[in-house]
């Protein structure tokens, strides 16, 4: 990988304009498109469920910028909580949230930019968006458009999914968009509980197949202007109802700059 270039602040601002309008105009243009209907009324069949926990201590983040991560959390998952998503429509998590803004009640959370984390409004809410994409990936609905951290900020602590199964989000061009090009109507359901942030697809139809996701080919490589990178590959297995494997699609492929040494420190070796 190459080494990170600094952009100046006059750079990143005239591109985050220009992608800005660009997604707004997509949003107008297209609008017809997008799911927008919500329902009361629960589909009837599970597709997929998953939880992740709310409160994760991480080096040197301080425990107020999580407990106000769930504070967005609560505000973001009424917004997109039992939206519908009919054949041929096209969920976008930012469109249904909107900006996450002061006056809208989102406080300071964690956000992660150029390979650190700072305080910012209505940060955390990637936890949100890499929940409904590891959920997506387990359903036939089709993931159109997912961004990822181009760094890997923290060691893996009590990580339960591979490197880079997640979908970072950054309003409004950083969007997570799915497409539904099944034949058959799904819901999305989200809520935060006491320990987790809850997640569910369900369904029109019984469905016909599970879907498991396989990591390949992981490997940290060290680079020539002295960082270190990590690579890995995801697939989305598919089997029928005896459990036969159908298809193996290659789904993501990830490439970050870590962040932290790849070796342990003096101390850390586990023992048997």
């Not at 009361?40 to 040197?60: A, I």
């Not at 910028?65 to 967005?72: R, S």
């Not at 990178?229 to 297995?237: D, K, T």
Request: hydrophobic share 35%.
């Amino acid at each position: 990988m190459q080494q990170p270039l600094k952009r100046s602040a006059l750079r990143a601002r005239s591109g985050m304009l220009y992608y800005s309008a660009l997604r707004k105009i997509m949003w107008v243009t297209k609008r017809r498109g997008f799911a927008r209907h919500f329902s009361k009324e629960l589909l009837p069949y599970t597709c997929f469920s998953h939880k992740t926990v709310l409160l994760r201590k991480l080096k040197d983040v301080d425990m107020w910028l999580q407990e106000n991560k769930i504070v967005n959390l609560k505000i973001a998952c009424k917004q997109l909580n039992l939206i519908t998503i009919k054949p041929g429509e096209i969920f976008s998590y930012w469109k249904l949230i909107g900006k996450p803004s002061r006056h809208k009640g989102y406080a300071k959370g964690m956000v992660l930019k150029n390979g650190t984390f700072e305080a910012g409004t209505g940060g955390g809410l990637c936890q949100l968006s890499n929940l409904i994409f590891w959920m997506t990936i387990h359903t036939p609905l089709t993931v159109i458009e997912r961004h990822r951290h181009g760094y890997d900020v923290f060691p893996d602590s009590n990580r339960t999914q591979p490197f880079g199964s997640g979908a970072t989000c950054f309003y409004p061009h950083g969007d997570l968009m799915i497409q539904n090009n099944t034949q058959d109507t799904y819901q999305l359901i989200v809520k935060v509980g006491e320990e987790f942030l809850e997640g569910e697809w369900r369904t029109s139809s019984v469905p016909e197949y599970h879907y498991k996701i396989a990591e390949k080919n992981h490997k940290i490589e060290s680079e020539y202007w002295g960082g270190y990178s990590r690579h890995n590959e995801l697939y989305q297995q598919k089997y029928n109802i005896n459990d036969e494997l159908i298809e193996e699609v290659l789904i993501v492929k990830n490439d970050a700059i870590m962040m932290y040494s790849p070796f342990l420190e003096s101390g850390q070796c586990p023992t048997k």
